[in-house]
T-cell receptor, first 107, second 117 residues
């Protein structure tokens, strides 16, 4: 089967940098995805890593180490609107989601 | 592209009743997914279709749950004899995907919130 682990919550201040970690177990790895979900909203796609290394998309970057079965999402220059839940997910035909990390950005 | 739409947005029902939800995916997408989400948890996979074929159904899903996508366009999710434990947000998503490891992002609808009293 597949499983993912991520911290349940993280708190940071506006303007700071925060890293949300994700470790996974799977047979047959195709990549690691990240989704954002605001309270009451739908999950939206942020990024995807199939190969080791860092992928940068504006203020958000995602990192993958396949040998360590580990990835992280890095959010820079935090803004209040970044307060949301962040999910790592494994594509296996469907997407298998982690339990999510609730990020609270304080002024 | 009008996005994924789900109907109704909210449904309150009494235990033991049947409910049906509808999902209209993005028109050019070949895959349609149903997920369930409870407070503080990640979306839990229920089932997914490629065109009209149901490719996988979660082993956690009881026989009270059934989904259809008759013409490869919209889909319905029916829950029979609802229980209080069925109370959750039911999310539909669609994508254009080519295979198991395809990384095409899922586009989610805003969900149907089910409350079973």
């Amino acid at each position: 089967g597949q499983s993912l682990e991520q911290p349940s919550e993280v708190t940071a201040v506006e303007g700071a940098i925060v890293q949300i970690n994700c470790t996974y177990q799977t047979s047959g790895f195709y990549g690691l995805s990240w989704y954002q979900q605001h309270d009451g909203g739908a999950p939206t796609f942020l990024s995807y890593n199939a190969l080791d290394g860092l992928e940068e998309t504006g203020r958000f970057s995602s990192f993958l180490s396949r040998s360590d079965s580990y990835g992280y999402l890095l959010l820079q220059e935090l803004q209040m609107k970044d307060s949301a839940s962040y999910f790592c997910a494994l594509p296996r035909g469907k997407l298998i989601f982690g339990q999510g990390t609730e990020l609270s950005v304080k002024p | 592209d009008t996005g994924v739409s789900q109907d109704p947005r909210h449904k309150i029902t009494k235990r033991g009743q049947n409910v049906t939800f509808r999902c209209d995916p993005i028109s050019e997408h070949n895959r349609l997914y149903w997920y369930r989400q409870t407070l503080g948890q990640g979306p839990e996979f229920l089932t997914y279709f490629q065109n009209e074929a149901q490719l996988e159904k979660s082993r956690l899903l009881s026989d009270r749950f059934s989904a259809e996508r008759p013409k490869g366009s919209f889909s319905t999710l029916e829950i029979q004899r609802t229980e209080q434990g069925d109370s959750a947000m039911y999310l539909c998503a669609s994508s254009f995907s080519l295979g198991e490891g395809d990384n095409s992002p899922l586009h989610f609808g805003n969900g149907t919130r089910l409350t079973v009293t």
